[in-house]
């Protein structure tokens, strides 16, 4: 994926119309004269407000730390921000860091009240007083937990599906969901080799999605329509709230005595595997989903579809979800994402990307 941006080189007032293009490892930036190559894990934010447009950007390496890259594509600057893990290490941090410390003591605080006074509905009201920074330990976690689970399974090890131009069309059109909705999550999608038609919404912004789920896709609008679903569930934090039921006290504590501690490892991946979401949570999450899709000009029709085979597969009772039942093919479901069509939709993703996310598992 090719796009323009404008350069400076850190040593005069000139400025360059450059190429972008999206490496593996980095961006490529070309143009009569310039040929250079940041490393995702050097790009950093050089705007005051990573919220205004057009973005600057610069390469935390000393040689280049002068030079300045000005993004207008909002695209172009999602997709960015999915593959640059430390674009907000000073700006949006130091900004934050005060206010955190106040949230966090107020939500430990909280949660203390909350453990002796409320037990019952302790994962609702304990869920959203989990600060981000924590939840997103837990879903790391629960990635982790849920790759052990499937290799003791296979007796064997799972392996995560990173090929280049795979992850490529991945990050596009995540970039283009994420885009669509504000919501303090940074998504993660894990593709794992695993033979199973299921994605799963993990806490903290992580989506799992196994690789039979995008061999048997006949679109990329139906893989867009999973993905807006399970944003829909880490928006409403509903697998936060799943873990937190299941695990019960020992998330609590864990979080009272300052994090994610041994106790929670290889506990939280099955308690989310193991669980299974509220007709009124499926029904919220389907709202969120239909709501990023339209934004996103892309039809729900593929979303649809895939219920309509589901169901059709399975007789209609939800078994081909297999290890899971979150979500279950549901002619209702389908018949709300047909109606809720937009005018002017296009494709997910181009031709090109979509046989390139097909194959993000390689050939085999």
Not at 143 to 164: N, P, Q, S
Not at 201 to 229: C, M, N, Q, W, Y
Not at 307 to 313: I, L, N
Request: charged share 25%; with cysteine.
């Amino acid at each position: 994926m090719n796009q323009q941006a404008e350069y400076f080189d850190g040593q005069t007032a000139a400025r360059y119309s450059v190429a972008l293009r999206f490496d593996a490892a980095g961006l490529q930036i070309s143009e009569d004269g310039i040929n250079q190559f940041w490393p995702y894990a050097n790009i950093r934010y050089a705007s005051e407000d990573p919220d205004d447009r057009p973005l600057t950007f610069r390469c935390h390496m000393s040689q280049l730390d002068a030079t300045r890259l000005i993004i207008a594509d909002q695209t172009t600057i999602d997709t960015l921000r999915i593959r640059c893990p430390d674009l907000e290490d000073r700006i949006r941090r130091n900004r934050q860091r005060k206010r955190g410390v106040l949230w966090a003591t107020a939500g430990t605080v909280s949660l203390g009240l909350i453990v002796w006074s409320s037990i019952h509905f302790l994962p609702r009201i304990a869920a959203p007083l989990i600060p981000i920074s924590w939840e997103e330990s837990l879903g790391d976690a629960v990635v982790d937990d849920i790759e052990g689970i499937f290799g003791a399974v296979t007796k064997g090890e799972v392996k995560r599906c990173e090929t280049a131009d795979g992850r490529l069309a991945l990050d596009i059109l995540t970039s283009l969901l994420v885009s669509q909705v504000k919501t303090p999550y940074r998504f993660t999608i894990i593709v794992l080799d695993v033979d199973m038609v299921n994605a799963l919404a993990a806490p903290g912004g992580r989506i799992v999605v196994f690789k039979k789920l995008l061999s048997e896709a006949t679109s990329a609008d139906e893989v867009a329509g999973i993905l807006a679903h399970e944003m829909g569930h880490v928006i409403s934090r509903d697998p936060t709230e799943a873990v937190a039921r299941d695990m019960g006290m020992s998330l609590v504590f864990n979080v009272l005595l300052g994090g994610l501690g041994s106790g929670i490892t290889g506990a939280a991946g099955q308690a989310l595997l193991s669980s299974a979401y509220s007709r009124d949570a499926e029904q919220a999450s389907d709202r969120i989903a239909l709501g990023i899709l339209s934004r996103a000009q892309i039809s729900p029709k593929g979303f649809a579809d895939f219920f309509d085979r589901m169901s059709k597969e399975d007789g209609g009772v939800g078994g081909a979800m297999s290890f899971m039942s979150s979500h279950p093919p549901s002619g209702e479901r389908a018949k709300a994402a047909r109606n809720a069509v937009p005018a002017n939709v296009q494709p997910a993703l181009s031709d090109a990307d979509w046989k390139a996310l097909k194959t993000i598992c390689g050939n085999s």
